[in-house]
């Protein structure tokens, strides 16, 4: 499908969901998520990867495939209260999603207190956006450049009518972070998608036991600037979307380590309590792009053939250091210069002797 029509079918379908009455448009697309389960296809199949991840092996298979189903019709409830939005009041806005634990949102905004919300891509987050500009909060989201580049700008112009102003993970007047952190000290609260890494260059964690890599741009900006952060769980209740904010992530000592390995140390407390939340609710973590490191198959061993004894006496040293200094990236690269240098000396000078049959 070209940009063109690609474009046109999201106008479509935005404008079928906004001007159908709720109960027909909401049918409409969990029918269409439930023919996407059956048809299982590259994104379904890629939703069933995580899934599986957090739910583990031994749920049986008729069951997974109930969860893979409830998945897709989450991510398409998800869809239709987004294309809704833009056609509802500031008060449908604040009657339309719940956050659990949001007055300390109010308190640091009164004070001038920028926050950072690290968010995965779970319940509906643009419900969240909106909630937080109709609060009348001033909230700075990040978004992903879409392509085709007319669909970005539709997505651009719905976000701000909405009341939020976005700022474009690339291709900005500035670089991102320095955006960010500049509103973060006049008091923005600001909510960034966390779970997955955009730029090929995030922070290695380990997530539901596999590793993967997640933006570090949350730990950054905490970090650097002292704004407090919080991650945020988000599902779906009957009612509508809801989330639930953490407490305040404790921020790694200075002493503990340098700026890069502080950062993977906070970005590692987002994915345990990521890991958490959607543990809860599965069927709301609307993954359908590839998450998780693929693991490498175990190396069979070399065969070896002697038929002598194989001595070795001669000492072996290692004593060269090892320097550290790669940029942490959250959006853009950002540069932690800070070094790490190992150097540790290892001596073997004991003659040992082996034989090996072939």
Not at 29 to 41: M, N, P, V
Not at 262 to 289: E, S, Y
Request: one cysteine or more; a neutral charge; proline letters at 7%.
């Amino acid at each position: 499908m070209n940009d063109r029509a690609v474009e046109w079918s999201y106008a479509a379908v935005w404008r079928i969901a906004r001007t159908l009455p709720a109960r027909t448009a909401y049918a409409l697309f969990q029918a269409g998520a439930d023919r996407a389960a059956r048809k299982s296809g590259e994104g379904v199949t890629r939703l069933a990867d995580n899934l599986r991840q957090v739910v583990g092996p031994a749920m049986p298979e008729d069951q997974f495939q109930l969860l893979v189903r409830d998945g897709m019709r989450s991510y398409a409830r998800y869809w239709c209260d987004a294309f809704r939005l833009s056609s509802q009041t500031q008060d449908q806005h604040r009657a339309g999603f719940t956050l659990h634990g949001h007055d300390v949102l109010l308190t640091n905004c009164a004070a001038g207190q920028g926050t950072v919300l690290a968010l995965p891509h779970s319940g509906n987050w643009d419900a969240a956006g909106a909630w937080v500009a109709a609060m009348g909060m001033p909230d700075l989201p990040v978004a992903e450049r879409l392509r085709p580049e007319g669909l970005y700008e539709r997505f651009l112009a719905f976000r701000e009518s909405l009341g939020m102003e976005i700022i474009p993970l690339t291709g900005g007047d500035r670089p991102v972070m320095d955006v960010l952190a500049e509103r973060v000290h006049a008091g923005t609260v600001l909510p960034l998608l966390a779970d997955r890494d955009f730029s090929k260059n995030g922070v290695g964690v380990t997530f539901f036991g596999r590793r993967t890599r997640m933006p570090a741009g949350p730990a950054i900006l905490a970090l650097r600037t002292g704004a407090p952060l919080y991650t945020v769980d988000m599902w779906y209740e009957a009612g509508g979307p809801v989330g639930r904010m953490s407490a305040p992530l404790v921020m790694p000592d200075p002493a503990s380590g340098t700026m890069t390995e502080r950062v993977q140390m906070l970005t590692q407390k987002i994915a345990d309590n990521f890991a958490a939340g959607i543990k809860r609710r599965p069927q709301d973590w609307h993954m359908l792009a590839k998450m998780f490191v693929p693991e490498k198959p175990a190396r069979a061993p070399k065969a070896v053939s002697a038929t002598k004894p194989v001595s070795v006496a001669e000492p072996v040293s290692v004593a060269e250091p090892v320097s550290v200094a790669e940029p942490v990236s959250a959006s853009e690269p950002v540069c932690a210069s800070e070094s790490v240098s190992v150097s540790k000396s290892v001596s073997v000078s004991k003659s040992v002797s082996v034989e090996v049959e072939g």
